[in-house]
């Protein structure tokens, strides 16, 4: 850097990351001054990055980091650091500290865009609901946060949005009485979001299967706009016309079902159900069954257990036959569950059956989300007899993501035996293994050595002993026992599961997780046909998303290192990350109409040896064997490549004798025939597990 400048070529901050990162394994503070101090020197400054990512998660204490920059001579007042510090206390759920700094005069103007994702993540560490509302307010409020046109309400409101669009629908299922609280203490300190982004929020909520909590974020919206805008035909003018129409109606004695029915729809649309309830009553005999079902459905929507079953019943009485529709059925369940009234839910369940209510596949997610909702609440019981009971009655088959509530409720509980026992119990009733990754996950974060082996011969058992390691593989690398992870993809006869790698793969990707994405590629560099282009590609993918160009360029030299030949998708991948970033393609891009269109030219039907691959790559692995025999009694010889990969398919799917007999005609035909080191160790397992090995 020194030597740069010394040219007059420019300096960045992140010049020094490759001295800062070393410091900061080694939690080396003096070391990172210095650095810091070199910076000031040479004129360059860290930045808001710099800061976050490579200093402050050195110090316990940022008084005592700014009294060591004060120290050497460092600027220890500038908006990058002030930046930096919040992030740093948003990031570790510190949300009073957050508070504190946003309430400081001394804190200059910055934009909410500038650490709404660090702020975000500390929200969702932290369940201090008055925390939450104070500092939102403040953002709202305070003018030096929100600058950007149009101002605090949009800013606002997207903060909101992004917040509730972070969380899973399991999170926000568990924190949805948080998250109520949260909007009712927003709308009393006065805070208003735009109809459009209350759009999103409802849209978000909905496919979250908590459409309860949509009556509350309604409350910190503007509400005329809002009846303009989203229901504009059930607004308060409506609501007073259809009042007034009853009223005549009635006086006349006309009937008045269908008019009675709309008003009623018309307050559920706008949340309002005591004077639903209150018209309801009013107008008790005229009542229509569309009418009770819109009802029922507001209370379960308010969490009102008591009117929604008095509503049912009262439909009942007038007539039995009736059935209400699929969406109604599951709220109530929904609500029931939620209030410990098991037998009623379960006597809703017999009802959908007794009446034969369509079942669709989006009934069957509503069943899951049912059930998690009531395992995330820790209801060990609820989700037992309603699972039963769904499956019982056959309103679903059982899947691993339908069964997998009966996990979940043991690991929120903490309670990971039961997690292995009720895994173990799935499989044993329903075929299924649901989250065993998070219960061998958890079991290694334990220690807990005896309940991890007695997992492991259970699903060696169950799914053969391949499986079983891969699967515990994984959990090794995703709790970052990479020692251990190295010596499970060693074993000997492990070959490539590319539909495993890819699962393992696209979670790292999912959430982020570089580091274990990046063990996984190196540790399978000598596993047994495993796809090294494949595998970088997932590497590169998750580059791209991170906009990583510098761990991007890094993939790229360990590719030339490994000799790994790149598709066209994956060098297209690579190039598309560097040249976002303004970073020069060190090698040409091919240019195709279609991506990843690959035409396969026709096999000649009087070419064996290409037969005989293509049906090895089918799995048609006896019909090769068969052309080779075919082959061999017309004297036709193969490359050594096909014999390799026949013995391979063949090895793969048991068969010994054949295997051998490929490889005594190899060796006939081929002077110093001799199988890879990976295919020689599948030859050995397979010998061993079949005793012919002397």
């Known amino acids: 850097m020194k030597t740069m400048k010394e040219e007059g070529l420019p300096l960045r901050p992140h010049y020094s990351w490759p001295l800062l990162v070393g410091y900061q394994k080694e939690k080396n503070v003096q070391g990172t001054i210095g650095v810091l101090k070199a910076m000031h020197e040479l004129g360059v400054e860290p930045d808001v990055e710099t800061y976050t990512n490579y200093v402050l998660t050195n110090f316990d204490d940022i008084q005592t980091f700014r009294a060591l920059l004060q120290e050497n001579g460092c600027p220890f007042e500038t908006e990058e650091l002030s930046v930096a510090e919040l992030r740093h206390e948003a990031i570790y759920g510190s949300l009073e500290n957050v508070l504190s700094l946003l309430s400081s005069p001394s804190m200059p103007s910055v934009d909410l865009f500038h650490f709404k994702g660090c702020l975000i993540f500390g929200f969702k560490r932290s369940n201090d609901i008055d925390l939450w509302s104070k500092i939102t307010e403040l953002l709202y409020k305070d003018g030096r946060y929100c600058q950007t046109p149009p101002g605090p309400t949009e800013a606002v409101g997207y903060f909101l949005y992004n917040l509730i669009d972070s969380m899973s629908d399991s999170e926000v299922q568990a924190k949805e009485e948080h998250l109520r609280q949260y909007f009712h203490q927003l709308k009393k300190m006065n805070v208003v979001i735009p109809t459009n982004i209350y759009r999103g929020i409802r849209n978000l909520l909905d496919a979250y299967h908590v459409p309860e909590l949509i009556k509350d974020i309604i409350l910190v919206t503007d509400r005329e706009k809002l009846s303009v805008a989203d229901i504009p035909k059930n607004t308060e003018l409506e609501v007073s016309a259809l009042e007034e129409e009853l009223e005549k109606l009635k006086a006349e004695k006309q009937p008045i079902g269908n008019v009675l029915k709309q008003l009623i729809v018309a307050l559920c649309a706008e949340e309002n159900m005591q004077k639903a309830l209150e018209v309801k009553a009013k107008y008790e005999p005229d009542m229509v069954v569309g009418g009770y079902a819109a009802l029922i459905n507001l209370c379960c929507r308010h969490d009102n257990v008591e009117d929604a079953m008095n509503l049912k019943e009262e439909v009942f009485r007038k007539d039995s036959s009736v059935a209400l529709d699929t969406?109604?059925?599951?709220?109530?369940?929904?609500?029931?569950?939620?209030?410990?009234?098991?037998?009623?839910?379960?006597?809703?369940?017999?009802?959908?059956?007794?009446?034969?209510?369509?079942?669709?596949?989006?009934?069957?997610?509503?069943?899951?989300?049912?059930?998690?909702?009531?395992?995330?609440?820790?209801?060990?019981?609820?989700?037992?007899?309603?699972?039963?009971?769904?499956?019982?009655?056959?309103?679903?088959?059982?899947?691993?993501?339908?069964?997998?509530?009966?996990?979940?409720?043991?690991?929120?509980?903490?309670?990971?035996?039961?997690?292995?026992?009720?895994?173990?119990?799935?499989?044993?009733?329903?075929?299924?293994?649901?989250?065993?990754?998070?219960?061998?996950?958890?079991?290694?974060?334990?220690?807990?050595?005896?309940?991890?082996?007695?997992?492991?011969?259970?699903?060696?058992?169950?799914?053969?002993?391949?499986?079983?390691?891969?699967?515990?593989?994984?959990?090794?690398?995703?709790?970052?026992k990479y020692k251990e992870a190295k010596?499970?993809?060693?074993?000997?006869?492990?070959?490539?599961?590319?539909?495993?790698?890819?699962?393992?793969?696209?979670?790292?990707?999912?959430?982020?997780?570089?580091?274990?994405?990046?063990?996984?590629?190196?540790?399978?560099?000598?596993?047994?046909?495993?796809?090294?282009?494949?595998?970088?590609?997932?590497?590169?993918?998750?580059?791209?998303?991170?906009?990583?160009?510098?761990?991007?360029?890094?993939?790229?030299?360990?590719?030339?290192?490994?000799?790994?030949?790149?598709?066209?998708?994956?060098?297209?991948?690579?190039?598309?990350?560097?040249?976002?970033?303004?970073?020069?393609v060190p090698f040409d891009v091919p240019e195709i109409w279609y991506e990843d269109r690959v035409e396969s030219a026709p096999v000649s039907e009087n070419n064996p040896e290409k037969k005989v691959l293509m049906l090895c790559k089918k799995?048609?692995?006896?019909?090769?064997?068969?052309?080779?025999?075919?082959?061999?009694?017309?004297?036709?010889?193969?490359?050594?490549?096909?014999?390799?990969?026949?013995?391979?398919?063949?090895?793969?799917?048991?068969?010994?004798?054949?295997?051998?007999?490929?490889?005594?005609?190899?060796?006939?035909?081929?002077?110093g025939f001799t199988l890879n080191d990976a295919a020689s160790s599948l030859l050995i397992i397979t010998q061993v597990r079949r005793d012919y090995l002397k």
């Not at 069957?364 to 007899?385: C, D, K, P, W, Y």
């Not at 339908?402 to 009733?429: G, M, R």
């Not at 006896?622 to 391979?648: G, H």
């Open 327 to 480: 969406s109604k059925y599951l709220a109530l369940v929904k609500v029931l569950g939620k209030h410990g009234r098991l037998e009623d839910a379960i006597n809703i369940l017999k009802e959908m059956k007794e009446k034969d209510i369509p079942i669709k596949d989006t009934t069957v997610t509503s069943f899951f989300h049912i059930l998690n909702a009531a395992a995330m609440r820790g209801e060990v019981e609820t989700v037992n007899q309603l699972h039963e009971s769904i499956l019982t009655l056959g309103l679903a088959k059982p899947s691993a993501n339908l069964c997998s509530p009966l996990i979940t409720v043991h690991l929120e509980k903490d309670d990971v035996p039961a997690a292995l026992e009720a895994t173990i119990d799935c499989c044993k009733k329903y075929g299924k293994i649901p989250r065993l990754h998070d219960v061998l996950c958890r079991l290694i974060e334990q220690g807990n050595t005896d309940l991890l082996q007695k997992a492991m011969d259970f699903v060696s058992q169950e799914r053969g002993e391949m499986t079983m390691l891969y699967d515990i593989f994984f959990a090794f690398l995703n709790t970052g």
């Open 487 to 584: 010596k499970i993809i060693e074993t000997p006869g492990l070959r490539a599961r590319p539909g495993r790698l890819q699962w393992f793969a696209e979670k790292c990707i999912a959430t982020n997780q570089m580091e274990t994405l990046e063990n996984m590629v190196e540790m399978t560099q000598k596993l047994f046909e495993c796809d090294r282009d494949q595998m970088y590609y997932y590497l590169l993918k998750l580059c791209k998303i991170s906009n990583d160009w510098r761990k991007a360029d890094a993939t790229w030299t360990k590719m030339q290192e490994e000799n790994v030949i790149p598709r066209e998708t994956t060098l297209r991948l690579l190039a598309d990350t560097l040249k976002n970033n303004g970073q020069e």
């Open 619 to 671: 799995g048609s692995v006896q019909e090769a064997y068969n052309i080779l025999l075919e082959a061999q009694k017309k004297d036709i010889m193969f490359p050594p490549s096909v014999y390799s990969t026949l013995i391979k398919a063949l090895l793969a799917e048991g068969c010994l004798e054949e295997a051998i007999k490929v490889k005594n005609i190899a060796e006939t035909h081929i002077k």
